[in-house]
């Protein structure tokens, strides 16, 4: 089948379980809170029926909102990678009919031992009262809690393990969490596990036990997606709870070492309002010293922490600090020109000045919270907020 620039495999062949339990292609698949919330779940109506409105539309060469991130990261997108890597487009011929699941995307549980800036207590067990600190100041969502026993409905699904080529394991964190030695055993048992390519996305944060690591080099390939926002302190800033970004490279660089099934290191990070100046120097730092790993990275969108929500100012300076340096590798140059058409082809946001002195707010809020100071991880934005935010300065003199 040839590829029409719209079509993606998962359409035909995946599926993503999210922490509530609802289902969609995958975990890129935008469908916002207010939409998850009313999709039903993968018995009924049959999931194979669900999205045959996506797939006639990928058929027909035609854009798909909720696949927007795909069409900006192009070839480095999840959509090119289904098609080209994981399965071969080229060798298939597609109908408008659901094939077979080959492919699945497992939210284990909300089990963590960060507590994130941009994350919430849905994805982490550790952010419960401090959602509810922010709910009492700010109003908002309520904090949530995940069943424990969340492990025994994902065994109860409807699935068909024993076709599966591939499986994605998101938290939480995963090695943090109890559940995934059992989820891993399920797997053992259920599917051909030397066929199958095994996603985990961690913190690298915690150490691996040895029956952990025997377990897990029984798969085909094993996908170790380390998650490090920035290569200095704005990983721990953002990131609050972790080591410094040295010791989570360590530990990272030892699971590589464990895991003989991993064929090369992988870091995706996650930018936000606090940590994008930083973008172009870490995409730097991995080009020139892992130059083998794959980089990938995301631009948080919906939050008050979303880079989208800046004003004209922090934008400029935001490009500016990306070209302090003009000796990049190409490698590098190519994922700065990426961000920055990202950065500047956002939809229009309506409440874009409520939700930057939301952030503002939140941010100084869990300064007290947590008893820490932006200047003392990411002096440069604090720095320039102060030079351009009257608000930022009266927070901060409260």
Same mark, same amino acid.
């Given at each position: 089948?040839?590829?029409?620039?719209?079509?993606?495999?998962?359409?035909?062949?995946?599926?993503?379980?999210?922490?509530?339990?609802?289902?969609?292609?995958?975990?890129?698949?935008?469908?916002?809170?207010?939409?998850?919330?009313?999709?039903?779940?993968?018995?009924?109506?049959?999931?194979?029926?669900?999205?045959?409105?996506?797939?006639?539309?990928?058929?027909?060469?035609?854009?798909?909102?909720?696949?927007?991130?795909?069409?900006?990261?192009?070839?480095?997108?999840?959509? $090119?990678?289904?098609?080209?890597?994981?399965?071969?487009?080229?060798?298939?011929?597609?109908?408008?009919?659901?094939?077979?699941?080959?492919?699945?995307?497992?939210?284990?549980?909300?089990?963590?031992?960060?507590?994130?800036?941009?994350?919430?207590?849905?994805?982490? $067990?550790?952010?419960?009262?401090?959602?509810?600190?922010?709910?009492?100041?700010?109003?908002?969502? #309520?904090?949530?809690?995940?069943?424990?026993?969340?492990? #025994?409905?994902?065994?109860?699904?409807?699935?068909?393990?024993?076709?599966?080529?591939?499986?994605?394991?998101?938290?939480?964190?995963?090695?943090?969490?109890?559940?995934?030695?059992?989820?891993?055993?399920?797997?053992?048992?259920?599917?051909?596990?030397?066929?199958?390519?095994?996603?985990?996305?961690?913190?690298?944060?915690?150490?691996?036990?040895?029956?952990?690591?025997?377990?897990?080099?029984?798969?085909?390939?094993?996908?170790?997606?380390? =998650?490090?926002?920035?290569?200095?302190?704005?990983?721990?800033?953002?990131?609050?709870?972790?080591?410094?970004?040295?010791?989570?490279?360590?530990?990272?660089? #030892?699971?590589?070492?464990?895991?003989?099934?991993?064929?090369?290191?992988?870091?995706? $990070?996650?930018?936000?309002?606090?940590?994008?100046?930083?973008?172009?120097?870490?995409?730097?730092?991995?080009?020139?010293?892992?130059?083998?790993?794959?980089? =990938?990275?995301?631009?948080?969108?919906? $939050?008050?922490?979303?880079?989208?929500?800046?004003?004209?100012?922090?934008?400029?300076?935001?490009?500016?600090?990306?070209?302090?340096?003009?000796?990049?590798?190409?490698?590098?140059?190519?994922?700065?020109?990426?961000?920055?058409?990202?950065? =500047?082809?956002?939809?229009?946001?309506?409440?874009?000045?409520?939700?930057?002195?939301?952030?503002?707010?939140?941010?100084?809020?869990?300064?007290?919270?947590?008893? =820490?100071?932006?200047?003392?991880?990411?002096?440069?934005?604090?720095?320039?907020?102060?030079?351009?935010?009257?608000?930022?300065?009266?927070?901060?003199?409260?």
């Amino acid at each position: 089948m040839e590829d029409n620039g719209k079509i993606c495999l998962l359409a035909w062949n995946g599926m993503a379980l999210s922490m509530k339990n609802t289902v969609r292609p995958c975990c890129r698949f935008d469908i916002g809170e207010t939409k998850e919330e009313s999709v039903v779940g993968f018995i009924e109506p049959p999931y194979a029926e669900k999205f045959s409105w996506l797939r006639k539309n990928m058929l027909e060469g035609k854009d798909t909102p909720e696949c927007g991130l795909c069409y900006q990261q192009g070839n480095d997108s999840m959509r $090119s990678h289904a098609n080209n890597i994981d399965y071969r487009l080229e060798e298939v011929e597609l109908t408008g009919a659901f094939n077979k699941l080959q492919s699945i995307e497992l939210s284990l549980d909300n089990l963590c031992n960060l507590q994130c800036k941009m994350c919430d207590s849905l994805f982490s $067990s550790k952010l419960y009262y401090r959602d509810e600190h922010l709910l009492d100041k700010f109003g908002g969502r #309520e904090p949530t809690k995940v069943p424990k026993n969340r492990i #025994e409905y994902i065994k109860g699904l409807n699935v068909d393990w024993q076709y599966l080529t591939k499986i994605k394991v998101l938290g939480g964190e995963p090695f943090y969490s109890p559940n995934f030695p059992t989820l891993i055993d399920f797997l053992i048992e259920k599917c051909d596990v030397e066929n199958v390519t095994l996603e985990i996305i961690t913190n690298a944060t915690k150490k691996l036990q040895p029956s952990l690591v025997d377990k897990l080099n029984k798969f085909k390939r094993i996908i170790l997606v380390g =998650s490090i926002d920035g290569t200095n302190d704005y990983n721990v800033y953002q990131r609050w709870g972790s080591p410094g970004f040295d010791e989570s490279l360590a530990v990272y660089k #030892e699971y590589l070492v464990q895991l003989t099934n991993v064929r090369k290191g992988h870091i995706h $990070s996650t930018y936000t309002t606090l940590n994008l100046n930083g973008f172009a120097d870490d995409m730097d730092y991995w080009a020139t010293n892992y130059p083998e790993w794959s980089v =990938s990275f995301k631009l948080v969108e919906n $939050s008050e922490y979303s880079p989208y929500n800046g004003p004209d100012w922090y934008n400029e300076w935001i490009l500016s600090e990306w070209k302090t340096h003009n000796d990049r590798l190409p490698i590098a140059t190519k994922k700065i020109d990426m961000a920055t058409a990202i950065l =500047s082809s956002a939809s229009l946001n309506n409440n874009k000045t409520h939700d930057w002195q939301m952030f503002m707010k939140k941010m100084n809020e869990l300064d007290k919270y947590y008893d =820490s100071n932006l200047r003392d991880y990411n002096p440069e934005l604090d720095k320039v907020l102060m030079e351009n935010e009257d608000e930022w300065r009266q927070l901060n003199e409260r």
